[in-house]
């Protein structure tokens, strides 16, 4: 027995990821591997059981082998989790880019469901805004009930082979999707990748051998181990719980040979009424048919919400009483915007609808005629109007908008919305990508506004009473360097191909804005000394604390512009959360509260005594009530949803401030 002790110095721990090259590794050597940590010890060749330790970076773990390539293969693997083998370098670099992490949506507090009067229709969750009617197309998933009956002894190996089987066909359909899944690829990649890992197999074949069929084999092997992820206290590795139980659903329906309903067989638009939509149903809906989604599970931070905001798809989740009406009806009449859905509308109802999604799409026309127009006030103010994205995704829509620039690039979706964090490289590719689209128009480019109330897969924040007031923002950031300078690095690169300008949020003292550039500048050193193209780009402050707002003539001393985010300098304000639902509460979170208006004008005051710019990226911005107030406090940029350019233009060019 040859044993080392290390001390694991890749990014995120033994992630996904790490865990396969370790694997990969460890089963190069004849010996046999061990891996300790605190009182749990696993066996070394499999992925599965080393993300079950759930080892953080900067865990010392205990590396232990036996045979007679023992001593070789422990100190690679010893030098890999170290960060010292030219492996673990190639992690560190990448240690975002893996496809096999679990997906962590943002945990945010959910969404109430509206309380339904008679006659209001069957409520759910309010996931994606819009108004439609349509037919029904339900994707069912049938029940499976496999047979638990007792093997004979010369079943067991026709059982284990059909085993193999399906989960060999079905890893192979994963990896095929992937290439052409959109918003899912890498879901399914972790999915095929999930089906080879050798914990898996062995776990549903020791049932096989044990006397169960393959089929319930499967599924109570997925579940226990999707119980094993869900009871670990990182969400990172907790989220990984649903990929296994998918994984055993879709092997277990092919060894019964009961298969569900295909999304891809939608030939005309419908609303789609599913009690559950995983990854591999998401890659094959044709999206360009689907009006509307329904279903039974789900909140508004769920990987299916997120895609229908992102493709402007109506969306109403969880729906709790009324499913099976929904399902046997021809038609469903859906709100987005509330969380309603009425099946079979009467007349009455279908007006209505009718009423609403006519006037939106008036509105979008008579909105359009504005799409072109640089909006000056009438008394000849010039204001840019702008749009705020999470990703390149979204570039098409911000540029037909009419969008003059980008006022707030929100990088967290780029490390949210998949399943694992982002690359340097993958990064730069998107930034690069937004910067080049807008040519000289300004890209204000956030960088990663995360942390408490929004965690990182992988990073364990600490138990906060109020993550608001918490570490989050530009201080969790520079407390993580591994994390911070990929993302500074990025820009850096990317601002060589356009005018992207770099803003930090949750800037509450100087010290914090100078802490932020010192790192950036360092990284510029570094892409310097290696030949890489770089630019320094103009930087910012994302002012939405009360702190920044008091002292915003000394941050503007150091900046080249402002950025208000009026969602949290609203609650900091008033000292009401905003996700709190309480009446009151709700009054006072609110924009328009004359404290909030006196902050937005002291910020911009601060701004033009120092001759930079200052702008609006809350929800604030693209509030047509607002707009006035916020353009007579003295803000020259607003950046609002895409959806909302051409009338933000249109509010701001018939203002006449000389009538103030």
Known sequence: MYERR?????????????????????????????????????????????????????????????????????????????????ASKGLNAGAHGGATAPVVAPALVETPAPVAAPGDGIVGVPASDGHVIGPVFVIEKAPLVPDRRRLSPREIDDEKAAFRAALADLAARFAADAAKAEGTGEILLALADLARDDSVVEAVEGRIAGGST???????????????????????????AEDVRHLGR????????VPDTDPSQIAAPCVVVAAAI?????????????????????????HIAIVARALGIPAVLGVRDGFETLKAAAALAVSGTEGRVHADPDGETRASFETKIAAAEEQRRLDAEWRDVAPKTRDGRAIEIAANIGSPAEL??????????VGLFRTEFLFMERRSLPTEDEQYAAYAKVAAAFGDRPVVIRTLDVGGDKPLPGIAAPHEENPFLGWRGIRMCLDLPAVFKPQLRALLRAAVHGNIQVMFPMIAVVEELREARAMMEACRVELEAEGVPCKMPAIGVMVETPAAAFTADLLAAEVD???????????????ADRMNPHPRLARLCRADN?????????????????????????E???DPALIPELVKAGVTELSMSPSRVARAKRIVSELDLSQA
Not at 225 to 235: C, I, K, Q, V, Y
């Open 561 to 575: 512009f402002f950025s208000i985010g009026t969602n949290d300098l609203t609650q900091y304000t008033m000292a």
């Open 620 to 622: 604030a911005a693209g």
């Open 594 to 618: 004359t404290a909030v208006l006196r902050a937005v004008k002291m910020i911009a005051d601060a701004a033009h005594a120092r001759g930079i710019w200052v702008g609006v990226c809350g």
């Open 214 to 240: 393959a089929a319930a084999a499967v599924l109570d092997a997925t579940t226990a181990l999707g119980h094993e992820f869900a009871r670990m206290p990182d969400p990172y590795f907790a989220a990984r």
């Open 6 to 86: 290390a001390v694991v110095r890749i990014e995120e721990g033994l992630h996904a990821r790490p865990a396969a090259k370790f694997v990969q590794i460890a089963k190069a050597y004849a010996a046999d591997i061990e891996v300790v940590s605190g009182e749990k010890a696993v066996n070394g060749k499999s992925a599965v059981k080393l993300m079950l330790l759930g080892v953080k970076e900067g865990t010392e773990i205990v590396i232990r082998g036996n045979g007679d390539d023992a001593t070789r293969a422990v100190d690679e693997l010893a030098a890999l989790v170290a960060g010292e083998s030219e």
């Open 396 to 405: 098409d829509k911000a540029i037909a908008s009419g969008a003059m620039g």
């Open 250 to 257: 879709h092997v277990a329906a092919r060894l019964l040979g």
């Open 278 to 302: 995983d990854a591999f149903d998401l890659s094959r809906l044709p999206l360009d048919k689907v009006m509307a989604l329904v279903t039974q599970e789900g909140t508004a931070t769920s």
